[in-house]
């Protein structure tokens, strides 16, 4: 029978979660730097173990990212899930603007995630793993569409195209404070699928 004080249970606290945490880690390294940061010090300030904290993520490098491979789960669905008489480049048109859409009020954090994986090395080393996966589902949804495998040439390069859409967006938004990402990514996905004609992306 249990007495109506109950025992402090250890491990992680019941509002434990890769954002939690993710964004502990980010107000760390924006006041002492990444590599000042230590695995110790965010779990510490997250209130659970080092061991706990790996239960979420793999090393210290993937933190800033956050769920990321939930994002991309997700991102593999909603393109399932879009109508298969739109034609591809709009498809990964709206996919792109999906997937980075976010509440007004996350991007600030959002901002600082993404000046910490363009600016820092170590990181800037790491999003290749991340990256390559984000353009595996992009090159998977575009080999069915074709009738191809996701390794032919073809998906492949639509799916290093889509990308270099969506960084060279990040790139800019990160730069320019006012600038608009959503808008930055759709006219990006237009000149994608315009193929590069003068007269369709002059105006952007």
């Known amino acids: 029978m249990q007495t109506q004080e109950q025992p402090i249970r250890s491990g992680r606290r019941p509002s434990t979660t890769r954002a939690s945490i993710s964004r502990i880690a980010l107000s760390l390294f ?61 498809e990964l048109g709206l996919a792109l603007a999906d997937f980075n859409t976010f509440p007004a009020e996350e991007a600030p954090w959002h901002r600082q995630r993404m000046a910490l994986v363009f600016g820092v090395p170590t990181l800037q080393a790491h999003s290749a793993l991340k990256y390559a996966g ?4 992009v090159a998977e949804h575009a080999a069915e569409r074709l009738g191809l495998a996701p390794d032919d040439h073809l998906p492949r390069s639509i799916a290093w195209m889509s990308l270099g ?32 004609r003068p007269a369709d992306h002059r105006a952007h």
């Open 30 to 90: 924006a006041a002492k730097g990444f590599d000042e940061t230590s695995v110790e010090e965010i779990a510490a300030a997250a209130g659970i173990s080092r061991r706990t904290l790996f239960r979420y993520f793999p090393s210290k490098n993937d933190i800033p990212w956050g769920d990321f491979d939930a994002e991309l789960t997700r991102m593999r669905g909603f393109l399932a899930g879009l109508d298969p008489n739109t034609a591809l480049a709009d």
């Open 134 to 137: 984000w353009r595996r589902v």
């Open 165 to 196: 859409v969506a960084l060279a967006a990040y790139e800019q938004w990160l730069t320019d404070e006012t600038s608009d990402l959503l808008g930055l990514l759709r006219s990006g996905s237009v000149l994608l699928a315009n193929g590069l």
